[in-house]
Antibody
C-alpha cells in the first residue's frame, strides 16, 4: 500500500524558514516524480512544485509564487522528499501535501496524496 | 500560465440526480486534464486523468469528457458519499494549475 507521510509543519514567523519532509513507502520511490501541492485555509489547491526522478536528472519545476524561496529535494536512499521553505510570507500559510506522480502514456497526474502538514506563518 | 475556470462554483443537488461540472481552459491543453474529489479535512482523491480515464477503484457513475479547452465531469446518479468539492487540474504545461473548485452540496 502506498503511504506518504508529511512532517515538519508548524508556526513560523514571517521571513523565517522551515523544512518539510515526506516519508514514502509502498512503491519504488526512486522511479517516481514527486509533487508538493498546498491549500490555504478555506481555499483551493495550489501546485507548488515538482521533482523528477534520477533518470530525468532530478530536475525541478516551481510555481512562480515560490520560485527562488522554496527548494524541492529528495533522498532516494531514504525514500524521502523535502521542501525547504525560506523567506516565508503570511500567504504561505497552508496545508502542504506531497504527492506521487503517475505517468501514463505521456500523461501525468497526482495519484497518491499524503495527509498533509499545516504551516502557519504569523507573528 | 493556463487558467482553469470551473462552473458552477457551487451546486446543490439531490441523491439520484445527474450532475455535470464544467472546466474551461484559457488555452488548449489537449487531454492533459485530471479531476479530483476532496472531502472536508481530507486529502484530494484522483477520480479521472487524461480527461476521460477513470482511476482504478472509482465508481463508474463518474465520467469525464472533453479535449482542448472544454471539459466535463459527470456524476450519473449522485450518492450520499459524492457530496464534496471537485477540482480540475491541467498538466499540459508548467506551472500546473487547478480550477477554483466546485462545491457540491445536498439539496
Amino acid at each position: 500500500e502506498v503511504q506518504l507521510v508529511e512532517s515538519g509543519g508548524g508556526l513560523v514567523q514571517p521571513g523565517g524558514s522551515l523544512r518539510l519532509s515526506c516519508a514514502a513507502s509502498g512503491f519504488t520511490f526512486s522511479d517516481h516524480y514527486m509533487d508538493w501541492v498546498r491549500q490555504a485555509p478555506g481555499k483551493g489547491l495550489e501546485w507548488v512544485g515538482r521533482t523528477r526522478n534520477k533518470a530525468n536528472s532530478y530536475t525541478t519545476e516551481y510555481a512562480a509564487s515560490v520560485k527562488g524561496r522554496f527548494t524541492i529535494s529528495r533522498d532516494d536512499s531514504k525514500s524521502s522528499l523535502y521542501l525547504e521553505m525560506n523567506s516565508l510570507k503570511t500567504e504561505d500559510t497552508a496545508v502542504y501535501y506531497c504527492t506521487r506522480v503517475y505517468i501514463w502514456g505521456g500523461y501525468t497526474t497526482d495519484l497518491n496524496w499524503g495527509q498533509g502538514t499545516l504551516v502557519t506563518v504569523s507573528s | 500560465d493556463i487558467q482553469l475556470t470551473q462552473s458552477p462554483s457551487f451546486l446543490s443537488a439531490s441523491v439520484g440526480d445527474r450532475v455535470t461540472i464544467t472546466c474551461r481552459a484559457s488555452q488548449g491543453i489537449s487531454s492533459y486534464l485530471a479531476w479530483y474529489q476532496q472531502k472536508p479535512g481530507k486529502a484530494p482523491k484522483l477520480l479521472i486523468y487524461a480527461a476521460s480515464t477513470l482511476q482504478s477503484g472509482v465508481p463508474s457513475r463518474f465520467s469525464g469528457s472533453g479535449s482542448g479547452t472544454e471539459f466535463t465531469l459527470t456524476i450519473s446518479s449522485l450518492q450520499p458519499e459524492d457530496f464534496a468539492t471537485y477540482y480540475c487540474q491541467q498538466l499540459k504545461s508548467y506551472p500546473i494549475t487547478f480550477g477554483q473548485g466546485t462545491r457540491l452540496e445536498i439539496k
